[in-house]
């Protein structure tokens, strides 16, 4: 239902949360980032199978909205405006 990032201003930089969990690093230097992924037990993979691989006409895929305490995803740049982050854009999905 939703899909968001973080970028770097002045840098190719950015790390996207995607869909069924996929997350996925763009950056010129990935190894730069990877203490990150480690300390969050995020492994690399370089053939990863994901729900994306699984779905077909008679098995669509499904997303659902979660909320935490009350708060979705919707509620972050509210939240961390604070240390930089902003709303950039929002796009239909089709």
Request: a negative charge.
């Amino acid at each position: 239902m939703s899909r968001f990032g973080f970028g770097v201003h002045g840098q190719a930089t950015e790390i996207m949360r995607d869909k069924y969990n996929m997350i996925s690093l763009l950056a010129d230097n990935i190894e730069k980032y990877t203490d990150i992924f480690n300390s969050h037990n995020i492994p690399r993979c370089e053939n990863l199978v994901t729900a994306w691989d699984t779905f077909s006409y008679e098995f669509p895929g499904e997303c659902n909205k979660i909320d935490v305490n009350g708060k979705t995803v919707y509620d972050l740049p509210d939240e961390l405006g604070g240390i930089g982050m902003y709303f950039a854009e929002r796009r239909e999905e089709y």
